[in-house]
């Protein structure tokens, strides 16, 4: 990957210079190191690449990033009385635009007439998703809840038209779910969901999300894309404004790609209007009027291959999980408010169970009991602690995640008397490593796409799904399918508490470590919301003149 540091900021200044001289208002911020992974609606699972995704392409539905309701994307819709057939009225005249190297175009269709988005691009796109040809993790998410698309997504179905969505008419879309959930309006409106162009995928490949080819229709369109470098998305001038997706105020968003240290050094140079703050800083910083630290929306955890051995046994995760002691990780080195994790879910989700609620079934710091489990381990295998294999523990590149997994491989080594290797790769080729081959322990963090339970115990541990979570465990699939039906939240609180004990504890598949804050500086020059969802709305920012 290149490096990208306080060189960036001749850059910046040219850009400020130049949007200034043409009345611009031109907002900089950074995604943190390392490349976009991808444009595509139907690949995307990391947070830098939905945020882009959602601004070019918003979905039927949406969330509102400050509230967390569920609001009108580009359709409004209506439920049969079964729950079972989603019936989606498209707003009419969304033009599909590019921009063409000078400025923010529509798309002409072979007849020369403008192309506007339709229930056709939503019937291409869905099917992109669940196509294991074209699709990734999230395919998994969408699969289940719609008619035979968990058949096509495992390969038993060839018949990629059977999926369980048709188009009535050009303005109105019909899903036809498996069964009725609360939470479908939320799932059907997310990014893996949403239209697709095509006529351009069919033209370009995988090369269709490029600067130079890329066509969308949301409230930005993506003007430059320099490959780990920099990011610019421009105001779609064609954009309907709606309740929920106004018009723009900014002329442009350009992100840069830089640790946090260079972040802030680029934010009191003046050069950047959002940026990260490093923990060395915080106590410096939290007291200015920039900073600004709340709820996060994702819980920070280390996934463990279940393959691996000594991983692939419970005492063994689960001595690593206990042998963390959590808190002192947030006071030493976050030192923004952290919360220990003890369940994987967050405790604002719909259904969610409280770890204080369950104590007996959540993770938990113990370094007595991890060594229990690890002697246990040793014991049954007639083995000592200098015969076990090498543990490799990696997390992606970045100044945060490596101090903390200093942390833990200092606890590890006091607590266990276990010497843990650590490794770190760039973003792009870590997502695909922990996907395809696992270490021991890898870093991982899982964020919020709908306010539910569901999304953060089923979307990503049950078997059928996340493929860098290795569950493959019945009673825990049993549980959170038959949550996803009950209506009752007492009832539901219980159920995910049984899995959550299973998933933390007695199978010890994951180690939850905090539910995350943010925290980061913002210029007096931005108006802005805050956003609990993981993804900013940028068509609500605006810049003082």
């Known amino acids: ?65 400050e509230t967390v309701e569920l609001q009108d994307g580009v359709a409004s ?121 095509s006529w351009l995928i069919e033209e370009y490949g995988d090369f269709w999300t490029e600067d130079d080819a890329i066509q969308s229709y949301g409230p930005f369109a993506l003007k430059e894309w320099l490959h780990d470098e920099s990011m610019t998305i421009v105001k779609n001038p064609f954009w309907k404004a709606t309740d929920s997706i106004p018009a723009p105020k900014i002329d442009e968003v350009h992100f840069t790609m830089l640790e946090a240290s260079a ?47 000594p991983m692939d046994d419970a005492r063994m995760r689960r001595a690593f999980s206990f042998a963390i002691e959590r808190q002192a990780i947030i006071d030493n080195i976050l030192k923004a408010g952290q919360q220990p994790a003890g369940f994987f879910s967050r405790p604002n989700l719909v259904g969610a169970p409280l770890q204080e609620d369950f104590p007996d079934l959540a993770a938990r710091s113990d370094a007595e009991a991890a060594r229990a489990d690890l002697q246990s381990y040793l014991d049954e295998k007639g083995i000592g602690i200098d015969e076990l294999p090498q543990i490799i523990m990696m997390h992606n590149e970045s100044e945060s995640h490596a101090r903390i997994a200093q942390a833990a491989q200092q606890m590890w080594s006091e607590n266990l008397g276990i010497d843990v290797e650590i490794q770190t790769q760039e973003w792009a080729v870590y997502l695909e490593t922990t996907r ?37 465990n019945p009673e825990f699939d049993a549980l959170v399918e038959e949550a996803a039906t009950v ?22 598949g994951t180690a939850p470590i905090y539910y995350y804050t943010f925290s980061d500086l913002t210029s007096d020059r931005v108006n802005r919301t805050y956003s609990q969802i993981g993804q900013d709305r940028f068509e609500k920012w605006d810049i003082n003149e």
């Open 77 to 197: 819709y209506s439920v049969s009385d079964d729950g079972l057939t989603f019936t989606f009225n498209i707003m009419p005249d969304i033009a599909w635009v590019q921009y063409d190297g000078d400025e923010v175009v529509q798309v002409m269709d072979d007849a020369g007439d403008v192309r506007t988005l339709s229930a056709n691009d939503f019937v291409y796109g869905w099917r992109r998703s669940v196509d294991p040809a074209s699709s990734d993790y999230y395919g998994s998410v969408l699969a289940p809840w719609v008619v035979n698309g968990s058949a096509i997504y495992d390969g038993d179905e060839e018949d990629i038209g059977s999926l369980g969505v048709r188009a009535v008419d050009d303005l109105t879309l019909e899903v036809t779910a498996t069964q009725p959930a609360a939470f479908l309006p939320n799932i059907f409106g997310m990014w893996m969901a949403t239209a697709q162009p």
């Open 263 to 309: 972040q802030l050094a680029n934010f009191e140079a003046g050069l950047l209007d959002v940026s990260d703050v490093p923990s060395d800083d915080i106590d410096r910083l939290k007291s200015t009027p920039e900073y600004r630290v709340g709820p996060g929306s994702c819980t920070y955890y280390y996934g463990f291959n279940t393959t691996k051995a």
């Open 436 to 472: 395809e081959d696992p270490p021991h322990i890898f870093r991982l963090g899982w964020c919020l796409d709908y306010p539910d339970a569901n999304n953060f115990l089923y979307d990503v541990f049950h078997s059928s799904t996340n493929p860098r979570n290795q569950m493959n």
């Open 487 to 508: 209506s009752d939240p007492a009832e539901r609180r219980v159920l995910y508490a049984q899995a959550e004990g299973i998933l933390v504890n007695s199978f010890a």
């Open 1 to 65: 990957m290149k490096k990208v540091s306080l060189g960036i900021a001749v850059a910046l200044s040219l850009t400020l210079i130049f949007s200034a001289a043409f009345s611009q208002k031109v907002l900089n911020m950074s995604f943190g190191p390392g490349d976009v992974p991808s444009l595509d609606p139907s690949i995307a699972t990391d947070t830098s690449s939905i945020q882009v995704i959602t601004e070019l392409f918003p979905g039927l539905t949406r969330l509102n990033e």
